[in-house]
């Protein structure tokens, strides 16, 4: 099992940023493919941003594209997510996520291709 915990989360002003952080706990002594999920107010969970086991590729979804970076430090075991430029549609609880992907550049969209998630953390942006 692997843990994965949530944080960085919080209000901020439209415009500003924020790093989110996913640390993973548990089954750690293999590498998982990693991503950022989120979920709108009563809107369906989206895709953010994935990136590989190895960390040699990343890709993004359209709500956050060229806003986001995410990437990880395997020796720490976390993944993290800097958003800027954020607006108000960008409000959501976002989640971390964990798999073992057979077919990354298939599968990496896909919240069903992941195993283990994170409690997420909310991203509030407003004046």
């Known amino acids: 099992q692997v843990q994965l915990e949530e944080s960085g989360g919080g209000l901020v002003l439209p415009g500003g940023s924020l790093r989110l952080s996913c640390a993973a706990s548990?089954?750690?002594?293999?590498?998982?493919?990693m991503a950022w999920f989120r979920q709108p107010p009563g809107k369906v969970r989206e895709f953010v941003a994935a990136?590989?086991?190895?960390?040699?590729?990343?890709d993004y979804g359209d709500s956050l594209k060229g806003r986001c970076a995410i990437s990880r430090e395997h020796a720490k075991n976390i993944v993290y997510l800097q958003m800027n430029s954020l607006n108000t549609e960008d409000t959501a609880v976002y989640y971390c996520?964990?798999?073992?992907?057979?077919?990354?550049?298939?599968?990496?969209?896909?919240?069903?291709?992941?195993?283990?998630w994170g409690q997420g953390t909310q991203v509030t942006v407003s004046s």
């Open positions: 996520a964990a798999g073992d992907l057979k077919n990354w550049w298939r599968d990496y969209a896909n919240w069903g291709s992941y195993d283990y």
């Open positions: 548990g089954r750690t002594s293999r590498t998982y493919a």
């Open positions: 990136i590989q086991d190895s960390g040699t590729n990343t």
